[in-house]
């Protein structure tokens, strides 16, 4: 039995309860359309219904009936066959994205989604468990970034993978920098801090993972030295930005949930736009992938107010982004 058939015998059961001690002169007029959730002249109108037709003057008359909103066939087919020649690898709020800005497509994301899920084109995602105690996100933009890179085959035509670097705010989620580079190291940490002071300023702190350019790790899996700055560890401490390290993937958890994004729309992105070398991609990512990344995946704002620290910020980045001196771990 469908839901909306028990929720109309339900309902029945309760009308004829109230009718009853109505008609015996128990409830008056305003008290039975308040039991019922109605108004007077409903509850009136429901009467007289109920005495010339009986239960089923009553029955829900939208019921069996298609709904006036419902999807006409042949745009439902236009976007199933879109789906499958051209977006077939795609999850539903990317092919979304895709269909709305380029296809015509004025349906809404649930709807694209249950659609493609009930032809079988789509996998619906298991239900999750139980998940650890989420860090708070800060109350303000500027006051921690995260950087961290991953290794993947993001262009699919090369034949080896590449590192994505990426900077991005703790408040709000909005990746400020991003680009591939050969490995993951001390001068793409300082070309991707470079990038996000010289637009915005000097963040409060940094939280990175334990890398060998970030960290002095003496035994792996072990705590740092904090004395034993590398590179990276240099320019922070000369900028007064505080420099805090992850002990665990889920302590990186903003980074992680991100690259999982990143993993599945950029190669394709990548592959539509027919992009083959690395610094297209550069081009790509900067050039407006990310602005429509930040669209659909950036958290709550934070209003205008902001931690960032402007002023003389970008030359004084610049002295001290400089590799060099006593203090050189490079990778």
């Known amino acids: 039995m469908k839901r909306t058939e028990v929720l109309n015998g339900v309902r029945m059961l309760k009308f004829r309860d109230v009718f009853g001690r109505w008609e015996k002169g128990r409830l008056s007029e305003s008290e039975a359309a308040e039991l019922l959730g109605v108004t007077e002249r409903t509850f009136r109108r429901w009467r007289r219904r109920y005495g010339e037709e009986g239960e089923s003057g009553l029955a829900d008359r939208r019921l069996g009936k298609p709904s006036p909103k419902r999807v006409p066939e042949a745009e439902a087919e236009r976007i199933g066959q879109l789906y499958r020649e051209r977006y077939q690898d795609f999850t539903a709020k990317h092919f979304h994205e895709h ?129 034993a700055l590398t590179q990276v560890g240099r320019a922070l401490a000369q900028l007064g930005i505080e420099h805090i390290a992850a002990y665990s993937p889920q302590a990186r958890g903003r980074c992680e949930r991100i690259f999982r994004t990143l993993q599945d729309r950029l190669p394709k992105e990548l592959a539509l736009a027919g992009i083959v070398d690395g610094e297209k991609a550069n081009q790509f990512i900067a050039g407006g992938f990310l602005a429509r990344l930040q669209r659909s995946v950036r958290s709550c704002g934070c209003g205008t107010r902001q931690r960032f620290r402007p002023g003389c910020a970008h030359a004084m980045a610049r002295r001290a982004l400089c590799p060099g001196g006593p203090y050189c771990r490079e990778r």
């Open 99 to 227: 269909a709305v800005a380029k296809h015509g497509l004025n349906w809404s994301y649930t709807w694209t989604k249950t659609y493609l899920q009930n032809r079988g084109y789509l996998k619906r995602a298991p239900r999750r468990g139980a998940h650890r105690r989420k860090r708070l996100r800060k109350p303000l933009v500027g006051m921690m970034l995260h950087q961290d890179g991953s290794r993947h085959c993001w262009i699919p035509s090369f034949e080896s993978a590449l590192d994505l670097i990426i900077t991005l705010d703790d408040a709000t989620g909005e990746i400020y920098s991003g680009f591939l580079v050969e490995e993951e190291g001390t001068f793409s940490t300082f070309q991707g801090l470079a990038d996000v002071f010289a637009k915005y300023g000097l963040p409060l702190s940094l939280y990175t993972d334990r890398g060998s350019h970030y960290f002095h790790t003496p035994k792996a899996g072990e705590k740092v030295v904090p004395r």
